[in-house]
């Protein structure tokens, strides 16, 4: 049954690792671990190598981005969106993040036995108000019904598709010195807003997701002729996970400032209080952008423009040295080093 | 937050359905009324319209077949297969149904908690092998990892994309009266194999699911200029299903002979003793095509050529007739009409 190129034995150790673990799911050190030791050798392809959040193929000379996720968020409803939004969104900007406008989405649902029909139809409706708001179109699906007790009421999966014009190339090997790290807003907001729905915790006022739709200011960048080298999303394992697989993928030496890093109040309370590092709590609405120092201004002044990124900032710039890590320098001018999560920070965050 | 041709209530009767029923993943009446009542409404666009396999969309002139499935298959190992199989030929298959060979695929794990990280990696092996045999790649990916008790091992969904010839258009409103009704092999060995090792019958040998790809037929057939006017692979709900939903959806007769539907001896025993009927079993290796009356004998032929398709035969044409239905000359001479499953016959098939 093997063939040339096949792995003859599992290549993570299962002395270590006999079983999956929630944090081999979340965005941290054993998610990259599985990715680099088992998924990336298993599928060895240029496209997979790139470790983007999608992947640009050509088919008959037309560039196309394709990405997929699934999403398996608990609860479905929370304040700011539900897992239909997400869902739609969470591709679009997958596609974005590739340089592309999405086109098209696949949408196929694994439901529990048991789910309320009208949560259903609910969640539907709210895929089709998201698709309609970016101008994307649902056009193939599946449906799949599994036993009470094998899933959890919801889960989607969505695949999409749109095209990259062909002079834009969008990936973390374009990374070059000198570029400017900007952030399209406030973090944390949707990792606070699921954990503070889940465990019942009450703030002043209720934190909502930022769930949203980032094709608005990634097009708009790109339109005015903005030299974007890379753009990712921000989701599970927040700012601080995107910039770490960025520096180790590609080599460089990422600088950001904590003075410059936008946290809202309350997200800011929150985080205080159970114990978090608000530089690694999830997103659904904020991308990273590494575009030319002198892009920077202009740059900025184009994502202000946009009201989905209207608190874009500059926290940092890619450096000369190419340590292949992330630095941050803190409030109080010390410098560190900024390491993958390490464990489970809060499962089925997306 | 509702907008214009969003729906105001759902449109499914709750009384008579307030929650999802595993026969609503099962392919039979269930399914096809929450997705005529409930998708299609939802997400009403011309390509969902079509009820295909998949979606074919233009890309800057491309035309490209765009489809997903998501895999649930219990249990994640059978003979002749696996979920890993299963996941890459199911979706491959799909895009042949389009008239597509199939190019990109992309890849979704929802892994429960504890799932073991050998089986996790025999199934990427065997993903691999089943994509290098149809020279597909798997360009792009997600992992979710959920809590033990709140998944089933593993689900897959793989989305693909591949492009579909200028002049070739496979679809359901292009059945033609006098067309000729193919089969590309016995039918119903996907779902014994699940059956009798998910429930440990025991038969004089072991029943393989036929689990393969379907792309070498299809192009064999749209390269030698064969008049092909629809294809639909025979998955959930089997030959009767598809039948059915391709007769309802273009408002043809369809007529089929008992006598000349190929069942191996072995299915035939096994369904006598399940009180199954083989036209419902599914399959994962099957398709039905439907061609130009002309072109049935030439199409045998090139069929016959290929080894997942030489046991194709014709069982029956479109009649001239347009009654939506699907009538069934048996053995005794005896014509009735097929119906849709109205319950559910095997969840967790694929």
Same mark, same amino acid.
């Given at each position: 049954?093997?063939?040339?190129?096949?792995?003859?034995?599992?290549p993570?150790p299962?002395?270590?690792y006999?079983?999956?673990?929630?944090?081999?799911?979340?965005?941290?050190?054993?998610m990259?671990?599985?990715?680099?030791?088992?998924?990336l050798p298993?599928?060895?392809?240029?496209?997979l190598?790139? *470790?983007?959040? !999608?992947a +640009?193929? /050509?088919?008959d000379?037309?560039?196309?981005?394709?990405?997929?996720d699934s999403y #398996?968020?608990?609860?479905?409803?929370f304040?700011?969106?539900?897992?239909?939004?997400?869902?739609?969104?969470?591709?679009?900007?997958?596609?974005?993040?590739c340089?592309?406008?999405?086109?098209?989405?696949?949408?196929?649902?694994?439901?529990?036995?048991?789910?309320s029909?009208?949560v259903l139809?609910?969640?539907t409706?709210?895929?089709?108000?998201?698709?309609?708001e970016?101008?994307?179109?649902?056009?193939?699906?599946?449906t799949k019904?599994?036993?009470?007790?094998k899933?959890?009421k919801?889960?989607?999966?969505t695949?999409?598709?749109?095209?990259?014009g062909?002079?834009?190339?969008?990936?973390?090997?374009?990374l070059?010195?000198?570029?400017?790290?900007l952030?399209?807003g406030d973090?944390?907001?949707?990792g606070?807003a699921?954990?503070? *729905?889940?465990? !019942?915790? +009450?703030? /002043?006022?209720?934190?909502?997701?930022?769930?949203a739709?980032?094709v608005?200011? #990634?097009?708009?960048?790109l339109?005015a002729?903005?030299?974007?080298?890379?753009?990712r999303?921000?989701?599970?394992?927040?700012?601080?996970?995107a910039?770490?697989?960025i520096?180790?993928?590609?080599g460089?030496?990422i600088?950001?400032?904590?003075?410059?890093i936008?946290?809202?109040?309350?997200v800011?309370?929150a985080?205080?209080?159970?114990?978090?590092?608000?530089?690694?709590?999830?997103?659904?609405?904020?991308f990273?952008?590494?575009?030319?120092?002198?892009?920077?201004?202009m740059?900025?002044?184009?994502?202000?423009?946009?009201?989905?990124?209207?608190?874009a900032?500059?926290?940092g710039?890619?450096?000369?040295?190419r340590?292949?890590?992330v630095?941050?320098?803190?409030?109080?001018?010390?410098r560190?080093?900024?390491?993958?999560?390490?464990?489970?920070?809060?499962?089925?965050?997306?």
């Open positions: 049954m093997k063939s040339e190129g096949l792995h003859l034995s599992c993570i299962l002395q270590d006999p079983q999956v673990l929630l944090a081999h799911g979340g965005g941290g050190k054993l990259s671990q599985l990715i680099e030791k088992l998924f298993a599928f060895a392809n240029p496209w190598d790139q *470790q983007h959040d !999608g +640009v193929v /050509e088919l000379g037309v560039r196309v981005a394709f990405s997929t #398996v968020v608990d609860p479905l409803f304040p700011g969106g539900d897992i239909g939004a997400l869902a739609v969104n969470g591709t679009v900007n997958d596609l974005a993040m340089g592309a406008q999405a086109r098209f989405l696949s949408v196929a649902f694994i439901i529990e036995e048991g789910l029909m009208e139809w609910q969640v409706q709210s895929m089709q108000r998201a698709a309609r970016t101008g994307v179109v649902l056009v193939t699906g599946d019904v599994v036993d009470r007790g899933g959890d919801l889960f989607i999966n695949a999409g598709v749109g095209v990259v062909q002079r834009i190339r969008v990936a973390p090997d374009r070059r010195a000198g570029d400017a790290v952030v399209s973090l944390g907001r949707h606070i699921i954990m503070a *729905q889940r465990e !019942g915790l +009450v703030f /002043e006022s209720v934190v909502e997701s930022d769930c739709p980032l608005e200011p #990634v097009m708009a960048l339109k002729g903005i030299e974007v080298h890379c753009l999303d921000l989701t599970r394992g927040g700012l601080a996970s910039l770490v697989e520096a180790e993928c590609t460089r030496q600088e950001i400032e904590e003075r410059r936008p946290v809202g109040e309350q800011k309370g985080c205080e209080l159970l114990g978090l590092d608000p530089l690694y709590v999830a997103n659904e609405g904020r990273v952008a590494f575009v030319a120092q002198t892009h920077a201004e740059a900025l002044e184009i994502l202000h423009a946009c009201p989905v990124a209207s608190g900032v500059c926290i710039q890619v450096s000369t040295e340590s292949a890590m630095l941050l320098e803190s409030l109080i001018g010390v560190r080093i900024v390491d993958r999560l390490s464990g489970e920070q809060l499962p089925r965050i997306c």
